[in-house]
């Protein structure tokens, strides 16, 4: 399982990666979510792979974290979920009025004088 | 508690003078005259408790944990000098009143004057040097905003960045060498600094504090050689000139040197870097200020040299030529003040400060031309006068001083010469101005101004005198006051008499004025000679050409290191990432751990094979197929989703399913304004060849970063988890927090602070949003209908232009069953959405996700509905939610302080009620409701707001026919 996410991060995060470099604001936009994901599952993978553990206290169980999901990456990942969502829309708002503005969808508001 | 005040006073006048009406010139007088003189007062009522060596302390806490406090000291020194500020700003106040035209904005004046003269107060009566430094550096933004406070004038503004460009890299040095002082000895309190000389002086960072401290000091006291600023800083109205420029600020790097004399003196660096700044200062400032042609001009390098003898003084390492140094503070503020209200009278009322103009005001204006004499007979150096007490103190000093060969003869014949410039000078100032034939051609005929413009001038001539004749029972107990505070008890005997007897100093001072006047003669057969000599040096021109090396050298910089492409930025960023996390891999090796993996399960590794393929699919279809890499990239995200849930993470994997709806409405809503595809590549134009290098480049790049980014994963996942801090919150969210679901309990208990910190990011992004499309212009390519909803519109063949129509039964169109449908589901997602939220403590949900899942309810409405049609039955107001999640949350936090904890301390309550059965009720469930209202809120906002650009432009009209809002 560890190889699978391993590799499932590391391609998420090449494609964003790729797309960041690229000229038009729309692949920008869409390789920050993927970078984002890439980034969040990391973060939550640093609690290590665990499966069958319940995420929420059991009261029978007691509070022995041995049986439970490490909940810190998850709250750390919740909110960062939450705020990515806030940048994304912000990013395309901005895109959006660049757009408006220079009439054109290159990332640096011009087009380049030849491409 | 007066300490305080003294130092509030101003402030708060400062504070009051800006808001008064601009032409309120008497009220603004009266406000700053009463301000001051309650200062004075003030400082003048402590005078007994310092008099016999007294100390007075007040102190506020600040950052004790830092050993920080704003703390307050006066002693005789401080004592001497707070008197001399005050006392000065409310002379200068009388007459500034008459100075300023009705045509000035008074209010900025005074208000700046005000609040310089509270920092002024702040550096003499700081009792901690990082505290002295920070007023330090607001009485040069206030001298800055004082220069330039005539803005429309480009000599007022150049003068005033160089001034402030001086001293405050002086202040920023003075900083530096403070640092390092409070290192070495241990504390920043003055007191403590004080005692311990011996450690400094031994120190090894001495040279270094020493060049800091004296950098400082003589760039804000305007000494040789960064004495260019104060000539140009001459533009400013004379009031001010006459206050921070000559008595005040400028003394401030002197007051310095004084303070910590006990502690950083008696070395030989200190006689060298002090006491030849001093010389230096002293001797070109005197013969500067022979050949300027502009009243004021004489009397800014006069008042270089003043303050390089008192440097001079300062540099000498002996406690006889400090008590000098400290006289002759207070009887340059006394003459220098006079005689720059002088130049500001005949200014108002000729129209000229122009020697060269000026003539013969004696028979006009005989009462300010007395006072002038006196005060330039005084800068001179005449007996019966203070200058000449202090200055005779100082010959004495250049005399006695203990030095090898060439310097016992060398220092005081340069002082002696001078002493010479000196006396030119005056007289000089005096003879062109108010001597001679009478002026004809001034732009008005000059007249003796009102009286309360002479008074503040009269008193410190008076004073002048006074101290001149009796200077034992006028001046002596203060100074001896002050000097003993600097000095402590084996401060030296000296005797304040206007004659000593006839001895060498005396002969000096003598053979000074002998010589100036012949000088004085010899200048007048040679009108219009420029400086000898010094013609060719300029300070101004110096510090332009740093200015303009130093802007043109940044801008090559930029120009070389940066670039204004984003792309070649991220390069750079991506870049720096791979490097940064290569490097330790290469050096400190890379291996794998040790930890059982587990094994790889088909249908999660089906899963991401999917998923990755989405990944990768978007990033090569993002730019010609956006539609398609939106999807794809909603791939990926349901797949990470799906990782969430199978390794127990369900609230992750509630959000994130709910966010990536949300981010694929929002998404769609904006492809609609982007410009179409480039028909280029449609027709199948081959890819240049720079093109495909960089793409291929970028996908190297890329590829790195991405097999990295797995390693580094990898390679984490298999070592065995630390010890972090999660077992904590893993066995208190129970007994503290009082919830199962451990991530909740984090999120709103907690780290709270957090997360309340967060929603208000939130908040201020959905208000950008929302304020940035206020604006929006859309490329006018984009605003026709696109041409899909155009064809739909057009099947039924109904006119292509129709508008919706918001009294319908259902909405107009071809989604009528999933109207009827979402319009049903709207109160069962809500009902669902308060689920997650209340049960959010003990099991997934929460906030985020209700509130969340409640938003994705709303915006089906639109989708599916139409804008017009949904908002004629449904008003949401977001701002509102907005508004009321973030007072909830901060109410919920703060209701702790009633019960005396801190901020979002939760509180809770458990039992049994009649019918409902157990319940638990918690403020923690409060911040949560303020949670869920921002999040629906924040999110229908940025979703709305940009559905509405679409209804802007062309339906703009209908829709204010009918009176609804665009």
């Not at chain 2, 007088?29 to 402590?46: D, E, F, H, N, R």
């Not at chain 2, 600023?229 to 001459?234: I, K, S, V």
């Not at chain 2, 769609?668 to 449609?682: A, H, Q």
Request: glycine share 10%.
């Amino acid at each position: 399982m560890e190889i699978v996410l391993a590799l499932a991060i590391g391609i998420m995060g090449g494609s964003g990666v790729y797309l960041l470099l690229r000229p038009r604001t729309f692949q920008v936009i869409i390789g920050l979510s993927l970078l984002a994901y890439a980034v969040n599952l990391f973060i939550f993978s640093m609690g290590r792979l665990n499966l069958g553990r319940a995420p929420v206290i059991v009261p029978s169980f007691g509070s022995n974290p041995a049986f439970y999901a490490d909940p810190l990456p998850q709250a750390l990942v919740l909110t960062a979920i939450v705020i990515g969502f806030a940048t994304t829309a912000l990013f395309l708002v901005v895109l959006l009025a660049s757009r408006g503005l220079t009439g054109t969808d290159h990332v640096d508001g011009r087009e380049p004088e030849q491409e | 508690m007066t300490l305080l005040l003294i130092i509030l006073l101003p402030f708060a006048g400062s504070l009051c003078a800006a808001f008064l009406p601009s032409n309120a010139r008497n009220a603004e007088a009266w406000l700053a005259g009463l301000v001051a003189l309650a200062s004075t007062l003030l400082t003048a009522s402590l005078y007994p408790q310092v008099s016999d060596g007294g100390v007075v302390r007040a102190s506020l806490p600040w950052a004790p944990e830092l050993g920080l406090s704003f703390s307050l000291r006066l002693d005789g020194f401080a004592w001497l000098f707070a008197m001399l500020v005050a006392a000065m700003g409310t002379l200068v106040v009388v007459y500034a009143r008459y100075y300023m035209s009705p045509a000035d904005p008074v209010p900025r004046f005074f208000s700046f004057f005000l609040a310089f003269m509270g920092a002024m107060l702040g550096v003499v009566l700081s009792g901690n040097l990082i505290q002295m430094t920070m007023f330090w550096e607001l009485t040069s933004l206030a001298s800055f905003m004082l220069i330039a406070y005539w803005h429309h004038r480009v000599d007022a503004r150049r003068g005033a960045r160089m001034a402030l460009t001086v001293t405050a890299a002086g202040g920023l040095s003075l900083l530096g060498g403070v640092l390092l002082l409070g290192h070495m000895a241990g504390s920043y309190d003055l007191d403590i600094v004080l005692d311990s000389a011996a450690v400094i002086r031994s120190h090894p960072w001495y040279p270094a504090v020493l060049g800091l401290i004296a950098f400082g000091a003589l760039t804000k006291s305007a000494q040789f050689p960064f004495h260019f600023w104060l000539p140009h800083a001459m533009a400013a109205p004379t009031p001010v000139s006459a206050y921070l420029h000559s008595a005040t600020m400028v003394k401030a790097g002197v007051f310095l040197l004084a303070r910590l004399w006990p502690v950083l003196s008696g070395t030989d660096a200190w006689f060298w870097i002090v006491g030849g700044a001093g010389l230096c200062s002293l001797v070109i400032g005197a013969y500067l200020a022979m050949f300027q042609e502009d009243m004021k001009g004489v009397l800014a390098y006069s008042t270089i040299s003043h303050l390089g003898l008192i440097t001079l003084l300062l540099g000498m390492n002996t406690q006889l030529a400090l008590v000098a140094a400290v006289f002759h503070i207070v009887n340059h503020a006394a003459f220098k003040a006079s005689l720059f209200m002088a130049a500001g009278i005949v200014d108002h009322e000729t129209g000229t400060r122009n020697l060269k103009r000026l003539s013969g005001l004696y028979r006009a204006m005989p009462i300010t031309a007395t006072l002038a004499f006196v005060a330039a007979a005084s800068m001179a150096g005449v007996p019966l006068l203070n200058g000449f007490l202090s200055k005779e103190m100082f010959f004495s000093e250049t005399v006695f001083l203990q030095r090898p060969d060439v310097q016992r003869i060398g220092l005081p014949l340069a002082a002696t010469v001078a002493g010479m410039f000196s006396v030119a000078y005056s007289l000089r100032f005096i003879a062109e101005v108010f001597l001679g034939p009478q002026a004809t051609d001034l732009p008005r005929a000059p007249h003796e101004p009102t009286r309360w413009m002479l008074l503040p001038s009269a008193l410190l001539v008076l004073m002048c005198l006074l101290v001149g004749v009796f200077p034992a029972h006028t001046v002596g107990p203060f100074l001896k006051t002050a000097t003993t505070a600097i000095l402590g008890a084996d401060a030296p005997a000296y005797s304040l008499a206007m004659w000593h007897g006839f001895n060498l100093p005396v002969l000096m001072s003598f053979s000074a004025l002998a010589g100036g006047i012949l000088l004085h003669v010899l200048l007048r057969r040679h009108p219009g000679i420029r400086a000898p000599l010094f013609g060719r040096f300029d300070g101004k021109r110096a510090f332009d050409l740093a200015q303009t090396g130093i802007m043109s050298g940044s801008e090559r910089a930029l120009r070389a290191l940066s670039s204004r492409r984003l792309q070649t930025q991220l390069l750079l960023v991506v870049g720096v990432a791979v490097v940064g996390a290569l490097y330790p891999a290469l050096t400190a090796g890379w291996s794998w751990g040790t930890r059982p993996v587990l094994p790889p399960h088909p249908a999660f590794v089906l899963m991401w094979v999917i998923g990755a393929a989405c990944a990768v699919a978007a990033a090569w279809q993002a730019k010609h197929h956006r539609f398609a890499a939106l999807i794809l990239s909603g791939g990926a995200g349901l797949a990470t989703s799906l990782t969430f849930v199978w390794f127990s993470a369900p609230d992750l994997a509630l959000t994130q399913l709910t966010v990536e709806v949300v981010t694929a409405v929002l998404i769609l809503l904006g492809l609609r304004w982007l410009p179409r595809r480039d028909e280029r590549f449609r027709l199948g134009e081959r890819v240049p060849l720079s093109t495909r290098v960089r793409r291929a480049r970028d996908t190297l790049i890329a590829t790195a970063a991405g097999l990295g980014l797995a390693g580094l994963a990898y390679a984490i996942l298999t070592r065995p988890p630390t010890d972090g801090i999660s077992p904590f919150f893993v066995e208190r969210a129970l007994p503290d927090g009082g919830g199962l679901n451990v991530v909740n309990v984090i999120l709103v208990d907690f780290r709270g602070f957090d997360t309340f910190g967060e929603i208000t990011v939130l908040g201020i992004v959905a208000l950008t949003v929302y304020a940035l499309l206020r604006r929006f212009r859309p490329a006018p390519e984009s605003v026709a209908l696109p041409r899909q909803q155009s064809e739909q519109d057009g099947a039924d063949g109904d006119s292509e232009e129709r508008l919706p129509d918001p009294a319908a039964l259902l909405p107009d169109g071809y989604l009528m069953l999933p109207a009827v449908i979402v319009r049903l589901l709207l109160p069962l997602a809500t009902l669902v959405s308060l689920f997650f939220l209340l049960r959010g403590h003990n099991a997934p949900g929460g906030g985020f996700v209700g509130g969340l899942v409640l938003a994705t309810a709303v915006i089906l409405q639109y989708i599916v509905g139409g804008t017009v049609w949904v908002e004629s039955r449904l008003r949401i107001h977001p701002q509102y939610w907005i508004a009321l999640g973030l007072l909830g949350a901060g109410t919920a936090g703060g209701g702790a302080w009633l019960a005396g904890e801190p901020f979002l301390s939760s509180r809770s309550w458990h039992g049994e009620l009649p019918l409902l059965g157990e319940i638990h009720l918690s403020t923690v469930l409060l911040f949560d409701l303020g949670v869920y209202m921002l999040v629906v809120g924040a999110t229908v906002l940025m979703l709305v707001a940009l559905a509405h650009q679409s209804l802007r432009s062309h339906h703009r009209k209908a829709m204010l026919a009918r009176g609804g809002f665009v």
